[in-house]
């Protein structure tokens, strides 16, 4: 069954603390996202890669790391310098054949609380 | 730059009643267009998208979207709705010389209600 699994569901922080989100793709996807979704508001993108060992800066990246060290997973960490890292994160995977049917696939999202 | 625009943050109807979900958007150069649906606490699904030919593309549930690039929308049309359709609809824009890079508008709440 090929998807987008994304783990905690929920997460719990204290602030200060560094925290790091899964996201693990099956769909033989090279590219994979990150986004932050606040309340009223759409999807933000934090970080993309479109290759293994390789990222890029969103939007809104200040806060925020990532690495891909494997084409199937892309971990991000949200950093103590995150300002305002209550949020639903949302992980999304596409090919980048240059195809028209290029389509971002998401996953169930992970809810961050910063107590 | 692109945006997307969403003047609508939410859209109570009736069941069964049909229903216009507000797509603009701005750009200087063409895009793909793209409807995602986000049930709670769950990721965004794909409903619909606009990449070439017929202005007019449906999804498997009913749901409709028109391209009109003279008035630079994309309106998402249901004839008849039902309980299950309430959910957060996105609409989103791609620029066709990029992959990647995907803007959202702020979202609609659709609720329908019995």
């Known amino acids: 069954d090929g998807g987008i699994t994304q783990s905690p569901k929920y997460l719990f922080r204290k602030e200060g603390q560094n925290v790091t989100l899964s996201c693990e793709q099956n769909?033989?996807?090279?590219?994979m996202y990150w986004y932050r979704q606040d309340p009223g508001q759409g999807l933000r993108l934090i970080y993309y890669?479109?290759?293994?060992?390789?990222?890029q800066k969103g939007d809104i990246a200040e806060g925020y790391s990532v690495s891909r060290e494997k084409k199937e997973s892309f971990p991000l960490t949200v950093t103590s310098a995150q300002k305002n890292p209550t949020a639903f994160y949302l992980c999304?995977?596409?090919?980048?054949?240059?195809?028209?049917?290029?389509?971002?696939?998401f996953g169930p999202g992970t809810r961050l609380t910063v107590l | 730059a692109q945006s997307v625009t969403q003047l609508d943050s939410q859209v109570p109807v009736f069941e069964e009643a049909p229903v216009e979900l507000r797509c603009n958007y701005s750009s200087s150069v063409s895009v793909y267009l793209f409807w995602y649906v986000q049930y709670p606490n769950q990721g965004l699904q794909l409903l619909l998208k606009y990449l070439s030919g017929s202005t007019l593309v449906e999804s498997i549930n009913g749901f409709e979207a028109e391209f009109n690039k003279s008035q630079t929308s994309f309106h998402l049309r249901k004839p008849s709705v039902h309980i299950s359709d309430t959910a957060e609809y996105f609409c989103?824009?791609?620029?066709?010389?990029?992959?990647?890079?995907?803007?959202f508008g702020s979202g609609t709440r659709l609720l329908v209600r019995p």
């Open positions: 999304a995977s596409s090919s980048i054949s240059g195809a028209l049917t290029d389509t971002q696939y």
């Open positions: 890669s479109q290759i293994v060992n390789d990222f």
């Open positions: 989103a824009v791609r620029r066709m010389d990029s992959s990647y890079k995907l803007i």
């Open positions: 769909l033989n996807h090279d590219a």
